[in-house]
């Protein structure tokens, strides 16, 4: 497809030219307003066009065949990456700090590393590479979805552990990995955030809540207890009173 007129349109924000074939992209260099593209399906074998497009926000490329993107080191406004299916070096993301969300399906990726930097990243779609170790992402504090399946992984338990402990993760997929016996039994069980374990750590909050809530009736009881007993005490010595005094010669 020829999408050389398209240079003139200097005033697009937003441009969906997807799954139309083989496309070379020199023309959009011009379109430097542009905030989002997606050009999903298509073969493209060289970006350099788009280092130009600096105010993108949200770029697609899945399936575009593309091999080399170290010119997106340049975006470093996008907060939205899709780079399915491309076999990629992902060492230049290391520059997209403001990145919420990363696809990186079938990309023959073996480890990640590279991700460290991005302490944005809310959601993670890793599934079908090769990885086999995913203690790097531990570092992604702000990380809520992470879709891993159908990876090398192993060590899964430990992994897993801390994610849970630290409430950190909200929706997780991991199955089809390399795990141990006890690594299998935790997958099974950590599939989403409807998991068992997710709901025993709602479950442990709300009970230290119920708790507290428990501690602080019972110590108002107390106290009013204590009001009573003193009270009852009180009343205890005016009866005493009122006994001597009609048991005394004056009241004879």
């Known amino acids: 497809m020829d999408i050389t007129p398209l240079q003139y349109l200097?005033?697009?924000?937003?441009?969906?030219?997807?799954?139309?074939?083989?496309?070379?992209?020199?023309?959009?260099?011009?379109?430097?307003?542009?905030?989002?593209?997606?050009?999903?399906?298509?073969?493209?074998?060289?970006?350099?066009?788009?280092?130009?497009?600096?105010?993108?926000?949200?770029?697609?490329?899945?399936?575009?065949?593309?091999?080399?993107?170290?010119?997106?080191?340049?975006?470093?406004?996008?907060?939205?990456?899709?780079l399915n299916q491309n076999n990629i070096d992902i060492t230049p993301l290391q520059y997209l700090t403001q990145l919420t969300?990363?696809?990186?399906?079938?990309?023959?990726?073996?480890?990640?590393?590279?991700?460290?930097p991005l302490q944005n990243l809310k959601e993670l779609d890793l599934s079908s590479n090769q990885i086999v170790y995913l203690q790097p992402l531990e570092l992604l504090k702000q990380l809520k979805a992470l879709k891993m399946h159908n990876n090398k992984v192993i060590q899964l338990y430990s992994y897993f552990t801390k994610l849970y402990q630290s409430y950190q993760i909200q929706h997780l997929l991991a199955d089809q990995n390399q795990p141990t016996a006890q690594d299998i039994i935790l997958a099974n069980i950590l599939r989403d955030v409807?998991?068992?374990?997710?709901?025993?750590?709602?479950?442990?909050?709300?009970?230290?809540?119920?708790?507290?809530?428990?501690?602080?009736?019972?110590?108002?009881?107390?106290?009013?207890?204590?009001e009573q007993e003193a009270s009852m005490v009180q009343f205890t010595g005016k009866v005493v009173q009122l006994f001597y005094y009609f048991s005394s010669e004056n009241y004879q």
């Not at 074998?45 to 130009?52: K, S």
């Not at 969300?101 to 460290?116: H, Y």
Request: aromatic residues 4%.
């Open 10 to 82: 200097t005033k697009l924000t937003i441009l969906n030219i997807s799954n139309c074939g083989t496309l070379q992209l020199g023309s959009l260099s011009t379109l430097i307003n542009l905030k989002e593209l997606y050009l999903l399906g298509n073969k493209i074998e060289d970006i350099t066009a788009l280092q130009y497009l600096i105010e993108l926000t949200i770029l697609d490329l899945c399936g575009c065949e593309v091999s080399n993107v170290d010119i997106l080191k340049s975006l470093v406004k996008i907060k939205e990456l899709y």
């Open 101 to 116: 969300k990363l696809q990186l399906q079938k990309c023959g990726l073996k480890s990640v590393e590279a991700l460290i």
């Open 194 to 226: 409807n998991s068992p374990v997710t709901q025993l750590n709602s479950i442990n909050r709300r009970f230290h809540a119920f708790k507290k809530s428990i501690l602080g009736r019972k110590n108002s009881i107390n106290e009013r207890m204590k």
